[in-house]
Structure formats: C-alpha cells, structure tokens
Nanobody
Framework: QVQLVESGGGPVQAGESLRLSCAAS????????VGWFCQAPGKEREFVAA????????YYADFVKGRFTISRDNAKNMVYLQMNSLKPEDTAVYYC?????????????????WGQGTQVTVSS
C-alpha cells in the first residue's frame, strides 16, 4: 500500500500560480500511476491530470490544458501539480490519488489510494 499526503494549497488571486505536492510513503511511488482530482462544494470529484509510472505519459482535463502541469520525481517519491493562470472556478479541494492501472480518460473510480486533500481558493 501507499499513503499520500498533499500540500501546497492556499488562497491566491486570479492569475497567480500554485504548486501542489503529493508525498508518498509506504510502497514506492514508482509502482503507481498518479492522478490529481478536484472537488468543489456541491460538485462531484473530477479528474484534473494524471501521470504514468515513469512520467512518460501525461493526461489533462480540457479545463486545465495549457495552464496546469503534472510531474513526478520518483527518486523523491513525489508528484507535483503546477497550477498557473488560476481562475476563481479552480477553487476546490485537490486530491492526489494512485493506481496500478488506468484508462486514457481517467476517472476517480480507477484510483485505489487517496490523500486527504488540500484546499485551493482563488479569488477574483
């Protein structure tokens, strides 16, 4: 098993940037594909980005393409989400999740392990 802890969230102004981090412990993170999901109040959890075990493949939701970048450092057991040009509609709790297999259009049901989430609040 792997345990995940997110950090890096906080309040920002529209147009600013944040970098979220996901730290893994337990089983080495290189065994897993990793994704980021977000959940706004009253809404379902939705896919943001995912990265393959080696980092060779990345996937993004349409609403973050060109603004967010997912990356990983397996030597440090870390995954990152660089969030640029943030918008008020990006306000949500962001979760890191891990899985041993996923499709090219990942959904939350495909991910087995989840962190506790980190709040991102973007004001206009």
């Amino acid at each position: 098993q792997v345990q995940l802890v997110e950090s890096g969230g906080g309040p920002v102004q529209a147009g600013e940037s944040l970098r979220l981090s996901c730290a893994a412990s337990g089983r080495t993170l290189s065994y897993y594909h990793v994704g980021w999901f977000c959940q706004a109040p009253g809404k379902e959890r939705e896919f943001v980005a995912a990265i393959s075990r080696s980092g060779s493949a990345t996937y993004y939701a349409d609403f973050v393409k060109g603004r967010f970048t997912i990356s990983r450092d397996n030597a440090k057991n870390m995954v990152y989400l660089q969030m640029n040009s943030l918008k008020p509609e990006d306000t949500a709790v962001y979760y890191c999740a891990a899985t041993t297999q996923f499709s090219d259009r990942p959904t939350s049901r495909e991910f087995e392990y989840w962190g506790q989430g980190t709040q991102v609040t973007v004001s206009s």
